[in-house]
């Protein structure tokens, strides 16, 4: 399994950021597997934001419930996510992946970063 984030790069303060993570060796559609977003700041760390499970439905991380949603689409086999009312503490390189037994798979991130 492959996986490629992209997304804008920099984006202002209270705009709403979108990302697309691109799925290889995978079909979204065929698969019972489910596809998750992390970011990792120099001082935060790596933070779990959300899920998006096979079925469709969403987990997404309690602080970030208001302002972000994560869909997928079957047909161009991409994970998408967008957050809004973005601050500048949301800079941070962000990730999709997705866990599959003792093995996980995860994207080479896209640098984000928020303007004030």
């Known amino acids: 399994v492959q996986l490629q984030e992209s997304g804008p790069g920099l984006v202002r303060s209270s705009q709403t950021l979108s990302l697309t993570c691109t799925v290889s060796g995978a079909s979204l559609a065929g698969t019972d597997y489910d596809w998750s977003w992390i970011r990792e700041s120099g001082g935060k760390g790596q933070k779990w934001l959300g899920t998006i499970l096979h079925t469709g439905g969403t987990r997404i991380d309690t602080p970030f419930r208001n302002r972000l949603t994560i869909s997928k689409d079957n047909a161009k086999n991409t994970i998408d996510l967008q957050m809004s009312s973005l601050k500048p503490e949301d800079t941070a390189v962000y990730y999709c992946?997705?866990?599959?037994?003792?093995?996980?798979?995860w994207g080479q991130g896209t640098q984000v970063t928020v303007s004030s």
């Open positions: 992946g997705v866990i599959l037994g003792v093995s996980s798979y």
